[in-house]
């Protein structure tokens, strides 16, 4: 760094350029849109992905086979070990997880992963519970209920578990 590179009085933000004002201005005559041609014109716009006119990427690479980007089912993830935020004989679902502010929502479907340990009694109201995180929680005390990808219950994964 040097002299001429500080701004003067620590200036915040650069002075903007003011074009097509004379050819002495460093940007007049053509106003930096160069000589004649498509980006020359009035209302010249590109649409993203232009490539002036030569075979786009997205055109040239060859698209095979299936994406299931489409049909995945996405969902809220927490770790068990989050949950100790709740008090004991609390029910835990998206809504409450939300609404304390453990994770920010970004599908309506809830996962429980089974990271950390946790000491309370709670009954978790959940779509997908990881083996772990339904041990880990059952051991504490409390009980996870399996919901539907509409929040209806399903049943308990005990019952589920008791079952296979």
Same mark, same amino acid.
């Given at each position: 760094m040097d002299l001429k590179t500080v701004t003067a009085k620590g200036t915040r933000y650069?002075?903007?350029q003011r074009i097509g004002r004379g050819v002495g201005s460093g940007s007049g005559k053509t106003s930096g849109r160069g000589h004649k041609?498509? &980006?020359?014109? @009035?209302?010249?716009?590109?649409?993203?992905?232009?490539?002036?006119g030569q075979m786009p990427i997205y055109r040239?690479?060859?698209?095979?086979g299936f994406t299931n980007a489409r049909f995945r089912t996405d969902y809220t993830i927490i770790n068990v070990d989050r949950l100790a935020a709740f008090a004991d004989g609390d029910t835990v679902d998206l809504a409450a997880i939300l609404e304390k &502010?453990?994770? @920010?929502?970004?599908?309506?479907?809830?996962k429980i992963l089974g990271n950390g340990d946790i000491a309370h009694k709670l009954t978790v109201r959940t779509q997908k519970c990881s083996s772990s995180a339904a041990e880990k929680i059952r051991a504490a005390g409390g009980e996870v209920i399996l919901l539907d990808s509409r929040g209806r219950e399903q049943g308990s994964a005990d019952a589920a578990a008791a079952g296979s």
């Open positions: 650069q002075r903007r041609g498509r &980006g020359a014109r @009035s209302g010249a716009s590109r649409r993203p992905g232009y490539e002036g040239r690479v060859p698209k095979r &502010g453990l994770v @920010s929502m970004n599908t309506p479907q809830l």
